[in-house]
C-alpha cells in the first residue's frame, strides 16, 4: 500500500499567520491516465470530510483562495496564507492513484 | 446540490451483519464511481470499498474483503454497503462518497457500533 506521511502531526496556529502542511508519498502518485491524484480534506470538529483539492492544485467550489496546493513526485503541500478561526480543523491528504486509496494520519490545527 | 444521505447503522453484535443504504441527490447518480470510506472514532478516513458507474468493477479493502459487499442500483439513485461476520474493530462512521479517485461529495455518515 502507498504509505502517506503528513507533517507536523500537530499545528498550533496564530490567527491571521500562514501555516504549511507536509504529504509525502513512498511511491510515485502518477496514474496511467497522466493524472496524479493527490487530493486535500479539511475535516472541522464533528463534521464529514471536506474536499478542499484534487489532482494536487485544483481548488474545490467554494474553498477560499487563501488557500493553495502544489507539489509533485512525491512531495505535495497544503498552504494558508492566512489563518481564519474557521480554518480550525483535522487536514488530511489522500492518494486515489493506486488501490487501496490511502490517507495521512491527520494534521491538527488548533489555535495558538 | 449534491447531497448523499447513509442510513442503516445501528449497535450490532461481533459475527452479526448490517446493510447500509446511502442514497444520493442533485446529480445524475449513474455517470459516477461511488465509494464507501469508513472512520474509527478519534481516527483517520479508510477507503473501504468503490464501485463504477455501471456496477461491472468492484474493488475492497483487505481488511474488509470477503466479508463486505457493495453494490447500487442506479435506477434508485441508491449505493448500498452489505456487511457480514462484524468484527469490534469495524466500530466506525461509514461515509458514502461521490468519484473514486477523489471523493469529492461525502454524506453525514453514519456510525456502526460493533460490540458485545
Known amino acids: 500500500d502507498v504509505v502517506m506521511t503528513q507533517s507536523p502531526l500537530s499545528l498550533p496556529v496564530t490567527l491571521g499567520q500562514p501555516a504549511s502542511i507536509s504529504c509525502r508519498s513512498n511511491?510515485?502518485?502518477?496514474?496511467?491516465?497522466?493524472?496524479?491524484?493527490l487530493n486535500w480534506f479539511q475535516q472541522r470538529p464533528g463534521q464529514s470530510p471536506r474536499r478542499l483539492f484534487y489532482?494536487?492544485?485544483n481548488r474545490d467550489s467554494g474553498v477560499p483562495d487563501r488557500f493553495s496546493g502544489y507539489g509533485s513526485g512525491t512531495n505535495f503541500t497544503l498552504k494558508i496564507s492566512r489563518v481564519e478561526a474557521e480554518d480550525i480543523g483535522v487536514y488530511y491528504c489522500?492518494?486515489?492513484?493506486?488501490?487501496?486509496?490511502?490517507f495521512g494520519q491527520g494534521t491538527k490545527m488548533e489555535i495558538k | 446540490q449534491v447531497q448523499l444521505v447513509e442510513s442503516g447503522g445501528d449497535l450490532v453484535k461481533p459475527g452479526g451483519s448490517l446493510r447500509l443504504s446511502c442514497a444520493a441527490s442533485?446529480?445524475?447518480?449513474?455517470?459516477?464511481?461511488m465509494s464507501w470510506i469508513r472512520q474509527a472514532p478519534g481516527k483517520g478516513p479508510e477507503w473501504v470499498s468503490y464501485?463504477?458507474?455501471?456496477?461491472?468493477?468492484?474493488y475492497y479493502a483487505d481488511s474488509v474483503k470477503g466479508r463486505f459487499t457493495i453494490s447500487r442500483d442506479n435506477a434508485k439513485n441508491s449505493l448500498f454497503l452489505q456487511m457480514n461476520s462484524l468484527r469490534v474493530d469495524d466500530t466506525a462512521f461509514y461515509y458514502c462518497?461521490?468519484?473514486?479517485?477523489?471523493?469529492?461529495?461525502w454524506g453525514q455518515g453514519t456510525l456502526v457500533t460493533v460490540s458485545s
Open positions: 462518497a461521490r468519484d473514486h479517485h477523489g471523493a469529492s461529495n
Open positions: 511511491q510515485s502518485l502518477l496514474y496511467s491516465d497522466g493524472n496524479i491524484y
Open positions: 464501485i463504477t458507474n455501471s456496477g461491472s468493477a468492484i
Open positions: 489532482k494536487v492544485f
Open positions: 489522500m492518494q486515489g492513484s493506486h488501490w487501496p486509496y490511502t
Open positions: 442533485g446529480f445524475n447518480f449513474s455517470d459516477y464511481y
